[in-house]
């Protein structure tokens, strides 16, 4: 398996920014058309173990619009293959003073293109 073909990299870094241009634009639609369709995908959350697609675009619809902005760090998105691939990002806001976010998604080619399949999100004191 090659590890980083740098088209499919590429193809993952571009769907992660449009992810992210999402998330701090509270895009709901977009988030939502971002994550598999299906009873198997999971979001754990920095308050909330959410499994389904159902329980993922409720949790979304709901989420206060507010102080969504972050500044990314050591983002790293690895492709496996051409149809596998994971992103991991450190973030901060300016809402919670030394605290350090991290996020890990799992991304798979889908016939309708990239979808998320698992994401986890937690929040740790900084210790830089």
Do not use: C
């Not at 998330?23 to 977009?30: M, P, S």
């Not at 499994?51 to 990314?72: M, P, Q, V, W």
């Not at 996020?103 to 740790?124: N, P, Y």
């Amino acid at each position: 398996m090659e590890i980083n073909i740098p088209a499919v990299q590429l193809e993952v870094e571009n769907v992660f920014r449009e992810y992210e241009t999402a998330l701090v634009n509270n895009d709901v639609e977009t988030l939502d058309r971002l994550f598999m369709d299906a009873p198997t995908t999971i979001r754990y959350g920095g308050g909330e173990n959410l499994y389904g697609y159902a329980e993922i675009s409720s949790f979304r619809s709901s989420r206060s619009d507010t102080n969504l902005e972050r500044k990314l760090e050591r983002t790293v998105v690895t492709a496996y293959g051409t149809d596998f691939a994971t992103a991991s990002t450190l973030f901060y806001r300016n809402t919670a003073p030394g605290k350090i976010g991290r996020q890990m998604q799992t991304w798979v080619r889908m016939e309708d293109g990239w979808k998320v399949v698992a994401a986890h999100v937690s929040v740790i004191g900084d210790m830089s």
